[in-house]
């Protein structure tokens, strides 16, 4: 089944320590996200790609970094993870129609913990 | 952008019908409604989108006025298994900001 993964599931790092979030996608979809979720929060957008295009949100901080080297894979990168990093981190992945129509198909999230 | 608003939490019955609106007043000409279900510690699920009047799907219903400044989600005769978090998306693909969503919990 055409899906999207995130690998892994569970993430310890230390504080400070630098860590890499997967996400792999079968969908083929040309523009794929990632959101960051604290408990009991909505899912807030940190950045996404339309194919190759970068796209920053304003508040994002400085500490997060993304890769995108092909269409199905995209990486997040949290270059000095502190305690307030810890979250559940989803990757998300649509299909911009020429309606303008969309949905986003999300992974299952990798959470991380920061000791 | 625009900002949405939702009840925070609703409780309902196995078998009622469910409606959860939401308000977005400064909706934009180019920007669609969407609602997503979702599970503890699970991603959000696509459950319905529109842009005017009426949509329909296998899961739910979609209820928007003439003047797009709101919503309703209208899911037929839940089950335990609707218990979660229900978020109304308003934006374009690029644009997306998940409101506080309403937990929804259904009772025996």
């Known amino acids: 089944d055409a899906m999207v993964i995130q690998n892994p599931r569970y993430q310890v790092t230390q504080f400070g320590k630098p860590v890499t979030l997967s996400c792999s996608q079968t969908?083929?979809?040309?523009?794929m996200y990632w959101y960051q979720q604290k408990s009991s929060q909505a899912p807030k957008l940190l950045f996404h790609y339309y194919d190759k295009d970068f796209n920053n949100e304003a508040d994002t901080p400085d500490n997060f970094q993304s890769r995108r080297p092909n269409t199905s894979f995209c990486f997040l990168d949290i270059r000095s993870p502190g305690l307030g990093d810890a979250a559940m981190y989803l990757c998300a992945t649509s299909s911009l129609r020429t309606s303008g129509v969309y949905e986003q198909y999300f992974g299952p999230g990798t959470r991380l913990t920061v000791t | 952008l625009a900002k949405t608003t939702q009840p925070i939490s609703m409780d309902s019955y196995e078998g009622q019908e469910v409606n959860i609106t939401c308000s977005h007043n400064n909706i934009a000409t180019n920007d669609y409604i969407t609602w997503y279900q979702q599970f503890p510690s699970q991603g959000p699920r696509f459950i319905i989108q529109?842009?005017?009047t009426k949509v329909t799907n296998e899961v739910a219903s979609l209820f928007i006025p003439a003047d797009r400044k709101s919503s309703t989600l209208s899911l037929p005769r839940v089950s335990l298994s609707d218990t979660a978090v229900y978020y109304c998306?308003?934006?374009?693909?690029?644009?997306?900001?998940f409101g506080k969503g309403t937990r929804l919990h259904i009772l025996p």
């Open positions: 969908l083929n979809h040309n523009v």
């Open positions: 998306l308003v934006g374009e693909y690029d644009k997306i900001i």
């Open positions: 529109g842009y005017k």
